[in-house]
C-alpha cells in the first residue's frame, strides 16, 4: 500500500513539473541592413555573422537573440502561418526590418497566392518617407519598395548616393552616413495606414505612457506590430490600420 502511495505521489510530481510544449524559433535566413548574415536553426540557436548570439523566449510568438560583440538585439516573430518577421536594434539607437530569404514556413497557398499576400505586405506600408541618418548612424525607415524609389528631396548637405550611403530591403529604405532625405516610391499609389508617429501616438494614448518606437511591422494586411520600450518595459501594440489599437502587452520587464 505504501508502495502504491509513492508510486502515485511521484507520477503527480511529474505531471505537475512536465515542461508544455512550446513553439521553437522557425528555421530562417533573414539579412539585415549594413550587410548583417542571420541564420537560425529550427528551435534555435540564432546566429549572427557566424556567431552564437543569447536567445530568450518570451511567448509562443515573440523571441529576442542578443550578440554582444555588435551589440545587436534582434525581435523574432511568428506570424499566424509561422512566416518569421525579422527587426534589428544597434547601438546608438540605430534600428531596422531584415530581409528573409528563407524559412521552413508551412505552405499554405500556392505561389501566385503567396505573391499577392506580399503585394498586400507592401500595400500596408507608406509610399513616401523621410529617412535621416544623424551622427553617421545607419537607419532603416518601413516603406513600399516595390518598383522604383527615389529620393524625392534631399535634406542633408551630404549627396545621398543609391548603393553607398542609402539602399533597399524588402520593406524599407535605409540610410547611413549622413544622407537625409523624402524618398518616394513613384510606381505606388499612396498608403493610409497610421505613419510611424500616429502609429506611436495611439500605442502611447492606449497604454497612457510615453514610448520609445523600437520597431514597426507590418502584419498581414490589417495590423502594423509596434514594439515600444516605457518606462516599465518593452511592450507589443498591435494597432490596426484604421487606427484603432487592439491590444497591448508587455514582452520584457526590466
Same mark, same amino acid.
Given at each position: 500500500?505504501?508502495?502504491?502511495?509513492?508510486?502515485?505521489?511521484?507520477?503527480?510530481? +511529474?505531471?505537475? *513539473?512536465?515542461?508544455?510544449?512550446?513553439?521553437?524559433?522557425?528555421?530562417?535566413?533573414?539579412?539585415?541592413?549594413?550587410?548583417?548574415?542571420?541564420?537560425?536553426?529550427?528551435?534555435?540557436?540564432?546566429?549572427?555573422?557566424?556567431?552564437?548570439?543569447?536567445?530568450?523566449?518570451?511567448?509562443?510568438?515573440?523571441?529576442?537573440?542578443?550578440?554582444?560583440?555588435?551589440?545587436?538585439?534582434?525581435?523574432?516573430?511568428?506570424?499566424?502561418?509561422?512566416?518569421?518577421?525579422?527587426?534589428?536594434?544597434?547601438?546608438?539607437?540605430?534600428?531596422?526590418? +531584415?530581409?528573409?530569404?528563407?524559412?521552413?514556413?508551412?505552405?499554405?497557398?500556392?505561389?501566385?497566392?503567396?505573391?499577392?499576400?506580399?503585394?498586400?505586405?507592401?500595400?500596408?506600408?507608406?509610399?513616401?518617407?523621410?529617412?535621416?541618418?544623424?551622427?553617421?548612424?545607419?537607419?532603416? +525607415?518601413?516603406?513600399?519598395?516595390? &518598383?522604383?524609389?527615389?529620393?524625392?528631396?534631399?535634406?542633408?548637405?551630404?549627396? +545621398?548616393?543609391?548603393?553607398?550611403?542609402?539602399?533597399?530591403?524588402?520593406?524599407?529604405?535605409?540610410?547611413?552616413?549622413?544622407?537625409?532625405?523624402? *524618398?518616394?516610391?513613384?510606381?505606388?499609389? %499612396?498608403?493610409?495606414?497610421?505613419?510611424?508617429?500616429?502609429?506611436?501616438? %495611439?500605442?502611447?494614448?492606449?497604454?497612457?505612457?510615453? &514610448?520609445?518606437?523600437?520597431?514597426?511591422?507590418?502584419?498581414?494586411?490589417?495590423?502594423?506590430?509596434?514594439?515600444?520600450?516605457?518606462?516599465?518595459?518593452? *511592450?507589443?501594440?498591435?494597432?490596426?490600420?484604421?487606427?484603432?489599437?487592439?491590444?497591448?502587452?508587455?514582452?520584457?520587464?526590466?
Amino acid at each position: 500500500m505504501r508502495r502504491h502511495a509513492v508510486s502515485l505521489t511521484a507520477a503527480l510530481l +511529474c505531471s505537475a *513539473f512536465a515542461a508544455p510544449a512550446m513553439a521553437a524559433v522557425p528555421f530562417f535566413n533573414a539579412s539585415c541592413p549594413g550587410g548583417l548574415d542571420v541564420h537560425a536553426d529550427e528551435g534555435g540557436p540564432v546566429y549572427v555573422q557566424g556567431r552564437e548570439a543569447a536567445l530568450k523566449r518570451f511567448n509562443d510568438r515573440y523571441f529576442e537573440a542578443r550578440d554582444a560583440q555588435s551589440g545587436v538585439t534582434l525581435s523574432i516573430t511568428s506570424g499566424d502561418d509561422g512566416t518569421p518577421q525579422i527587426s534589428y536594434t544597434g547601438r546608438g539607437g540605430a534600428n531596422g526590418i +531584415c530581409q528573409v530569404s528563407g524559412s521552413d514556413a508551412p505552405a499554405a497557398t500556392e505561389r501566385h497566392d503567396r505573391h499577392h499576400h506580399d503585394d498586400d505586405e507592401g500595400a500596408a506600408l507608406p509610399s513616401e518617407v523621410t529617412c535621416e541618418s544623424t551622427d553617421q548612424r545607419q537607419v532603416s +525607415c518601413g516603406m513600399d519598395t516595390r &518598383g522604383n524609389v527615389e529620393v524625392a528631396r534631399q535634406i542633408s548637405r551630404t549627396r +545621398c548616393e543609391q548603393g553607398q550611403n542609402w539602399g533597399l530591403s524588402r520593406h524599407a529604405v535605409w540610410v547611413n552616413g549622413g544622407c537625409r532625405a523624402v *524618398f518616394r516610391n513613384t510606381s505606388r499609389a %499612396a498608403y493610409s495606414a497610421p505613419s510611424g508617429g500616429n502609429a506611436l501616438g %495611439a500605442c502611447n494614448t492606449r497604454k497612457g505612457a510615453q &514610448g520609445t518606437l523600437v520597431t514597426q511591422v507590418p502584419v498581414g494586411s490589417d495590423y502594423q506590430e509596434l514594439i515600444i520600450d516605457y518606462p516599465d518595459g518593452r *511592450f507589443l501594440c498591435m494597432l490596426r490600420n484604421s487606427g484603432e489599437v487592439q491590444s497591448v502587452t508587455p514582452v520584457r520587464h526590466r
